[in-house]
């Protein structure tokens, strides 16, 4: 069995990447290989009692090996000859995604590591070389000292002709760091030495939510208030269902500190004015947005105060009490003087919903006026409320 270590990873004794995958009933289940080299692991999976099974490598003498192999065994492998990041899946294509020592082989490891993070449905098993193998003493040494950083190291190409060499190497901090702290969408990796000599295997098992209400909304829109009236049944929706008050509530800046597992029903509160004025920039590029990667059914509400509401709230109920704060003096800017930027956060915030619109069954904008009432409203009627009520 795992345990946690001090370093919040669940380490185990040395496993394969085969042992730990085929260790359970696979029937049906999916599963794609990221450099499936000549088809050999994927012929394992069938054997296994995989049913689509799906691999993936950037070179055509080994593509035409493994297909050869997969019709005389027929089958029934989908091979694609392809760079892998520059591969086209939907979200949650497959069950599994395997990656066996390649990632140190990309161009573009990073966008290949973000691929897999999205079309992985259920857990994500990579292979990776050791960095602190080969190199001077004093390389070794020094990486020794950091090898709990997360550290990514870009190996020197001598010539131009060495260029696609292996050229990345990761520390097992680096994953912990990507899977654990920079999305809320996986458990805690588990992680292992492989049995074969200088290598690590970890896994990334992804999480689910069955049911996730979102109430988003600019700071200060009131949606702590609007989340507790659904909760306790004093606010009732015509377009919503009921909540039982039993649902996990959920807040972005502490998605991270979620507990192993899956959830079936929970509440997001969400600030579309995070991203405003840091280096995420929008919405689209806020990794905690990122949650509705993980969920088969979602309810959004999206709150739009009047601009008196949304002032008076801000002044007098404003978490931020340093009115010298930078977010602040954005904040005040964007409530009181710049509603033009106001207005195109709330169109990325609805740009990104549309992104998944597959499992979005009720989206709604909530209008409040400066009479604490409430008006439920379809979404594509945005801006027609906005320049009506905001009127700079």
Request: hydrophobic residues 35%; proline residues 1%; glycine residues 8%.
């Given at each position: 069995m795992p345990h946690q270590s001090n370093a919040g990873v669940n380490t185990m004794k040395s496993f394969s990447i085969e042992s730990f995958l085929f260790r359970e009933e696979n029937s049906g289940k999916s599963v794609i290989e990221v450099g499936s080299r000549d088809g050999e692991f994927c012929?394992?999976?069938?054997?296994?009692?995989?049913?689509?099974?799906?691999?993936?490598?950037a070179?055509?003498?080994?593509?035409?090996?493994a297909v050869q192999k997969s019709e005389a065994s027929n089958a029934g492998i989908i091979f694609n000859c392809a760079q892998f990041e520059e591969t086209e899946f939907e979200n949650n294509s497959f069950d599994f995604v395997v990656c066996r020592g390649v990632l140190r082989h990309m161009y573009e490891p990073f966008s290949a590591l973000k691929m897999m993070m999205s079309i992985a449905r259920q857990g994500i098993l990579i292979e990776f070389e050791d960095?602190?193998?080969?190199?001077?003493?004093?390389e070794r040494t020094v990486l020794h000292l950091l090898r709990d950083q997360p550290i990514v190291k870009l190996g020197k190409s001598r010539k131009l002709s060495s260029y696609a060499n292996p050229s990345f190497?990761?520390?097992p901090a680096f994953f912990?760091?990507?899977?654990?702290?920079?999305?809320?969408?996986?458990?805690?990796?588990?992680?292992?030495?492989?049995p074969v000599n200088g290598r690590h295997v970890i896994y990334a098992a992804k999480r689910s939510i069955e049911n996730l209400l979102v109430v988003a909304g600019p700071s200060s829109s009131g949606k702590s208030t609007i989340i507790n009236g659904l909760m306790e049944r004093k606010i009732k929706l015509k377009n919503l269902p009921e909540l039982t008050g039993k649902e996990r509530a959920l807040e972005a800046g502490k998605l991270h500190k979620l507990s192993i597992g899956n959830l079936t029903n929970a509440v997001f509160h969400y600030d579309i004015t995070r991203t405003a004025?840091?280096?995420m920039r929008t919405v689209e590029r806020d990794p905690t947005a990122r949650i509705l990667d993980i969920c088969n059914k979602v309810n959004v509400i999206t709150l739009l105060p009047s601009p008196e509401r949304l002032q008076h709230q801000f002044v007098n109920n404003d978490g931020d009490k340093n009115p010298h704060s930078a977010?602040?003096?954005m904040l005040n800017e964007l409530y009181f003087n710049d509603h033009v930027r106001?207005?195109?956060?709330?169109?990325?915030?609805?740009s990104l919903l549309r992104k998944y619109q597959d499992v979005i069954d009720k989206n709604m904008i909530l209008f409040s006026d400066n009479g604490n009432n409430f008006i439920e409203f379809e979404c594509d009627e945005f801006a027609k409320i906005f320049s009506e009520n905001y009127k700079n």
């Open positions: 012929l394992q999976c069938k054997e296994f009692g995989f049913g689509k099974v799906t691999g993936v490598d070179d055509p003498e080994r593509i035409n090996l960095m602190f193998r080969g190199g001077s003493i004093f190497l990761f520390t912990q760091e990507l899977f654990n702290r920079r999305t809320a969408s996986f458990d805690v990796i588990e992680q292992s030495r492989s004025g840091n280096s977010r602040k003096k106001l207005k195109s956060i709330y169109e990325q915030w609805f």
